[in-house]
């Protein structure tokens, strides 16, 4: 019983749902890349505002 547990416990069933419904397979792809996105997006803006203050500081220049 322990080999059955242990597929229990991985959820191998529920993986292998979803990989048989295309339409729930395509929206969780879907979903996941949305907030992917949106989290790239929101990093490369914070990396982005940080480098402008750094090199802000670096040559005196004030962005107001």
């Known amino acids: 019983m322990d080999l059955v547990d242990a597929l229990e416990q991985s959820r191998v069933r529920e993986l292998a749902q979803i990989l048989s419904s295309t339409r729930r397979l395509l929206w969780n792809s879907f979903i996941s890349g949305l907030f992917r996105g949106l989290g790239a997006a929101l990093g490369f803006s914070v990396l982005?505002?940080?480098?402008?203050?750094?090199?802000?500081?670096?040559?005196?220049?004030e962005f107001s």
């Open 48 to 61: 982005g505002a940080l480098a402008l203050l750094l090199l802000g500081r670096i040559f005196g220049v």
